[in-house]
């Protein structure tokens, strides 16, 4: 399916300057964020791509290739695993709007301490570092977590009052979560001691959660980890950070992976090199020899006369790419294991077979030899 224009995508010109750009990806960012349009996979769908547009036409290099090329110059780049993928979409709008988000949130998408303390406030982000195994990186999973958090009273309903108990705006800062102390020419504005920065007083703070409106509860999370993730990899669980205040919506969690090393795969990108032990007549005389993979074994034939460190590659037996583009290649080195305890007929005939070698049988050493007849004067 062929990709919409960027700039179709970001509604500018392609003589928009990049501050134009930056203008119209923060309004169509905030307009079709996932956390303002909860549910909706067309707001999701357009929120994802308004990232891509956006990562793209905001640097001048990339913006340049996407002018010549479209968006073949960086589909060919993934499909070759020179890190053609696109960063997280809600990395780029913290990235755009600054900070962590929190100031955002509360200013488009309902709550905030600065204009209204009292009202709805979002919860927290949270962060959770999960180890998995090579080969639930490399293939998907589901996991469960525990994770304990601060989840809304069921008592009082995430209020923070008793049933049927006033709440009134505090005295001391009417409301405003903060006072004013002069110093001087200046004045600094400091949180409400009396409040502690809520603008409100509780008269009978419910007994369960001791007014806070939360309470530390432990939840089982599933989450489903694509094939082909990589250490350092983050995924985004939406609204299983902390709970919001008083209504607030809450946060989402953080899982950022931390995958083991495997006992024979080495992973580049989507590509897995392994190194496979033959004999030394298996290595002179060739064979077919099998050769592990994530999947089923794969045959490789060793041509006589293979040299250790030669390279065979299997295409399609790498890791799945993250962005769709298939599966990475398998890279299968050779390594020839020299006999180590032999017997005295083992050792007989091999002084037999030595003696009968020239330089026909051995054309790589003899050619060296002869080049560096020069040193040896």
């Known amino acids: 399916m062929a990709k919409r224009d960027y700039y179709e995508i970001l509604e500018v010109s392609r003589q928009e300057t990049a501050e134009g750009i930056k203008k119209s990806y923060r309004r169509l960012a905030v307009k079709y964020h996932p956390d303002k349009n909860p549910g909706d996979r067309h707001a999701e769908e357009k929120f994802k791509e308004l990232g891509e547009a956006y990562e ?70 949270l962060r959770y570092d999960l180890e998995i195994t090579f080969e639930e990186a490399a293939l998907g999973c589901e996991k469960e977590i525990s994770i304990t958090k601060p989840d809304r009273c069921d008592k009082c309903n995430g209020t923070g009052s008793e049933p049927g108990a006033k709440i009134r705006p505090c005295d001391t800062c009417n409301g405003r979560g903060q006072v004013i102390a002069s110093r001087g020419i200046f004045s600094i504005a400091q949180t409400c001691p009396k409040c502690q920065g809520a603008g409100r007083i509780i008269e009978k703070p419910c007994r369960g959660c001791s007014g806070s409106g939360r309470k530390d509860r432990t939840s089982k999370i599933t989450l489903r980890i694509p094939a082909g993730v990589d250490a350092g990899s983050r995924l985004r669980s939406s609204g299983n950070g902390e709970s919001g205040l008083r209504g607030g919506p809450a946060g989402d969690l953080y899982v950022v992976l931390h995958v083991k090393p495997h006992d024979i795969f080495q992973r580049e990108e989507d590509d897995l090199l392994c190194e496979v032990p033959i004999s030394f007549v298996q290595a002179t005389l060739g064979a077919e020899i099998q050769v592990p993979t994530l999947g089923e074994k794969a045959t490789i034939k060793i041509p006589a006369g293979t040299q250790p460190g030669t390279l065979f590659r299997l295409r399609g037996k790498g890791i799945k790419n993250l962005q769709g583009y298939g599966h990475g290649d398998l890279h299968v080195k050779i390594n020839v294991e020299v006999p180590t305890r032999l017997s005295s007929a083992q050792k007989n005939k091999l002084q037999e077979f030595a003696a009968a070698c020239d330089e026909q049988v051995n054309p790589i050493s003899a050619g060296f030899f002869e080049k560096a007849k020069r040193w040896f004067r």
């Open 56 to 125: 793209v036409l905001s640097d001048p290099q990339k913006r340049a290739a996407y002018d010549q090329y479209g968006p073949d110059a960086f589909d060919a780049r993934a499909r070759a695993g020179r890190g053609g993928g696109f960063h997280d979409p809600f990395d780029i709008f913290r990235d755009v709007f600054g900070g962590d988000g929190g100031s955002i949130f509360e200013q488009f998408f309902g709550g905030g301490t600065r204009s209204d303390p009292s009202g709805p406030q979002r919860g927290n982000d």
